[in-house]
């Protein structure tokens, strides 16, 4: 049976618990915790599955912690690699940098190959850019715990669901 890694960052801790939350839900594999602020930089390259957890900051940018790891993303080849993303962001203070850092990754992600998957529909959300918007869907599960944190949980349950037949062989 094939494990995940979960890799994360979080500056105020709202990413770190929906990656606990993510990680406690996945029960059919084992999934390893990552923290990108403390993992080494070729850690991603032992997994076929990777989730990927970001926030973003700045006026969308690169939460500081992904900032810093990003170089280690951009030499990696995943060509044999699916990755499943999602983001965090505060759609009312930031509506026209939503999840913008998700979008800068999944970017990278396509740029070295990767199959990216669990894109999440756009209904339901108010704000009024996004570079996580591709085709009309986000590019991964879109979080908001500044203002929908009561939808966060069948969000999750939700999109863990469709995601699950690809890293579930
Ligand atoms: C100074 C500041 C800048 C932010 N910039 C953005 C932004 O550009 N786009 C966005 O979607 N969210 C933005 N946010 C919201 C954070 O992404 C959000 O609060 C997130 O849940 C933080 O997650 P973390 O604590 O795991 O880093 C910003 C928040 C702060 C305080």
């Known amino acids: 049976m094939s494990k995940i ?12 618990s929906v990656a606990k939350t993510i990680k406690e839900k996945i029960t059919q594999v084992d999934v390893d915790f990552h923290d ?9 390259i032992e ?16 939460q500081d912690d ?16 699916t ?17 913008d850092a998700m979008g800068t990754l999944y970017t990278e992600l396509m740029n070295n190959s990767a199959t990216v998957v ?3 529909p756009t209904d339901g959300y108010e704000h009024d850019e996004s570079t996580a918007i591709i085709d009309g869907e986000f590019v991964g599960l879109a979080l908001d715990e500044d ?20 890293f579930i062989k």
């Not at 790891?69 to 030499?75: A, D, E, I």
Request: with cysteine; hydrophobic share 30%; aromatic share 16%.
């Open 83 to 99: 990755v499943a993303l999602f983001g965090l962001g505060d759609q009312e203070e930031y509506p026209d940098t939503y999840l």
């Open 47 to 62: 997994y076929d599955f990777i989730i990927m957890g970001i926030s973003t900051w700045g006026d969308g940018d690169l």
């Open 147 to 166: 203002n929908q944190d009561d939808l966060t949980d069948t969000r999750i349950d939700s999109w863990i669901e469709q995601i699950s037949p690809y």
């Open 118 to 120: 669990g894109s999440w």
């Open 66 to 81: 992904w900032e810093d790891y990003f170089s280690n993303v951009s030499k990696i080849d995943f060509s044999t690699k």
């Open 5 to 16: 890694g979960l890799f994360y960052a979080s500056s105020t801790g709202n990413t770190e």
């Open 36 to 44: 990108v602020s403390s993992c080494s930089k070729d850690a991603m």
